[in-house]
C-alpha cells in the first residue's frame, strides 16, 4: 500500500518562508519520479514542481520559479519543498505525489495525469 504524508504547512506572513515535506511508503521511492500541485479554494489543482527520480532534474511552474525548490532525499524516502517569498496567492493545500514511472533523469510532466498516488494535503496559508 502506497502512502504519502505531507507535513510542515501552516500560517505564515507575506514574504515568509515554508518547508513541506512528504514522505513516502509502500513502493521503492527511487523508482519514481515525484511532484508537488497546490489548490486553491473554488479553483481547479496546479502544477507547482516536479523532480527526476536522480533528483538531479526540477521543473517549476511559472508562479514558483525563484522563489520554490524542490529537492528529493532517496535514502530518506522523502521530497521536499522549500517555498521562500511567500505571497497571499500561494494560499492552497498543496499535495505531493508520486509518478507513474519514468527513467532515472526524466522530469515528471506538469499534468496530474502523470501521476499515481497522492497525498491527503497540508494547508499553506500565506497573510498579507
Known amino acids: 500500500q502506497v502512502q504519502l504524508v505531507e507535513s510542515g504547512g501552516g500560517l505564515v506572513q507575506a514574504g515568509g518562508s515554508l518547508r513541506l515535506s512528504c514522505a513516502v511508503s509502500?513502493?521503492?521511492?527511487?523508482?519514481?519520479?515525484m511532484g508537488w500541485f497546490r489548490q486553491a479554494p473554488g479553483k481547479e489543482r496546479e502544477f507547482v514542481a516536479a523532480v527526476s527520480r536522480s533528483g538531479s532534474g526540477t521543473r517549476y511552474a511559472d508562479s514558483a520559479k525563484g522563489r520554490f525548490t524542490i529537492s528529493r532525499d532517496n535514502a530518506k524516502n522523502t521530497v521536499n519543498l522549500q517555498m521562500n517569498s511567500l505571497k497571499p496567492e500561494d494560499t492552497a493545500v498543496y499535495y505531493c505525489?508520486?509518478?507513474?514511472?519514468?527513467?532515472?533523469?526524466?522530469?515528471?510532466?506538469?499534468?496530474?495525469?502523470?501521476?499515481?498516488?497522492w497525498g491527503q494535503g497540508t494547508q499553506v496559508t500565506v497573510s498579507s
Open positions: 509502500g513502493r521503492t521511492f527511487s523508482s519514481y519520479g
Open positions: 505525489a508520486q509518478s507513474t514511472g519514468g527513467t532515472w533523469y526524466r522530469i515528471p510532466a506538469a499534468h496530474p495525469n502523470e501521476y499515481a498516488y
